[in-house]
């Protein structure tokens, strides 16, 4: 079956009411008291006791023992093998097959139209 038809009627119309107004009260004035005044004792004069004197007794003498006397024996001598006498097999003699023969269509003769 058909569904129904339904109708509202018409939605009613609100207002708000004014805002209120608000108003405040002056702020107060604050004022600092004077800052007071400091004053400082005079700062006491200090002086140093003298530095102690020190004396060093001589620095001791040393003298090195004579340097050691070192001897070498003498230098083996080394003699070398005799170098390897090293041959070769005769190098292979490579022969070229011939070129091929080219042969060209001639040449397509181009005559241009007159001008």
Known sequence: SPAPTVQHSPAPIVQNSPAPT????PAPIV????APTVQH???????????PTVQHSPA??????????VQH???????????????????????NSPAPTV?????????NSPA
């Open 22 to 25: 608000v108003q405040h009260s």
């Open 31 to 34: 004022q600092n008291s004077p």
């Open 41 to 51: 004792s005079p700062a006491p004069i200090v002086q140093n006791s003298p530095a």
């Open 60 to 69: 001791p003498i040393v003298q090195n023992s004579p340097a050691p006397t």
């Open 73 to 95: 024996s003498p230098a083996p001598i080394v003699q070398n093998s005799p170098a390897p006498t090293v041959q070769h097999s005769p190098a292979p003699i490579v022969q």
């Open 103 to 111: 042969q060209h269509s001639p040449a397509p003769i181009v005559q």
